[in-house]
Nanobody
Framework: QVQLVESGGGLVQAGGSLRLSCAVS????????MGWFRQAPGKEREFVSA????????YYDDSVKGRFTISRDNAKNTVYLQMNSLKPEDTAVYYC??????????????????WGQGTQVTVSA
């Protein structure tokens, strides 16, 4: 049974930084793709970032490009999201997601088979 567990959320002032972690367990192989999504109150869950394939290609939503960095440590089966220059509009529950099979897309909820429970990120003005 594959499990994804996020950590690292919290309360931070605007302009501050947080690093989210997502630990994957339950399979010996590394996921083909890992993504981060977020959901603010009253809004749909939206794509934030993804890291895909053996080469570790990275993708970002325009709203976080230049401020967030996704990375992974295959030895630890962990994916990270470094979030800098945080803004109040980044406030949301952040979810990590993973899949083990190739797909050509990476930014839709349906592109992933496994999801974590979410971690709250709150950015105060």
């Amino acid at each position: 049974q594959v499990q994804l567990v996020e950590s690292g959320g919290g309360l931070v002032q605007a302009g501050g930084s947080l690093r989210l972690s997502c630990a994957v367990s339950g399979r010996t192989s590394s996921p083909h793709a890992m993504g981060w999504f977020r959901q603010a109150p009253g809004k749909e869950r939206e794509f934030v970032s993804a890291i895909v394939g053996n080469a570790g290609m990275t993708y970002y939503d325009d709203s976080v490009k230049g401020r967030f960095t996704i990375s992974r440590d295959n030895a630890k089966n962990t994916v990270y999201l470094q979030m800098n220059s945080l803004k109040p509009e980044d406030t949301a529950v952040y979810y990590c997601a993973g899949r083990y099979w190739y797909r050509s897309t990476y930014s839709r909820n349906e592109d992933y088979d496994y999801w974590g429970q979410g971690t709250q990120v709150t950015v105060s003005a």
